[in-house]
């Protein structure tokens, strides 16, 4: 259940700014607990989304995620 929420989280985060901008002023330790999944359920779906992708570009945009993400 957590790894669908990892995984729905990284869509949106993909997809709005603003929710980047509102997730990088909270600490990762508090952001995990509030969207409920720990940093390996977070890898785990990234790399679930990149055998998926079907072109650089989309590949390029979840590993732009991905670093964001550990720049938290």
């Known amino acids: ?3 669908s929420k990892a995984i729905a989280f990284i869509q ?5 700014e603003a929710l ?10 508090k952001l995990l607990q509030l969207l409920n999944f720990n ?5 785990d779906a990234i790399n ?3 055998v998926k992708c079907q072109s650089y570009e ?3 945009v979840y590993q732009q995620i991905r ?3 550990l720049l938290i």
């Open 1 to 3: 259940m957590a790894l």
């Open 12 to 16: 949106a985060a993909s997809d709005s």
């Open 20 to 29: 980047r901008n509102a997730c990088s002023g909270t600490s990762k330790e």
């Open 39 to 43: 940093e390996v359920e977070f890898e």
């Open 48 to 50: 679930m989304q990149l």
């Open 58 to 60: 989309q590949a390029e």
């Open 67 to 69: 670093i964001w993400f």
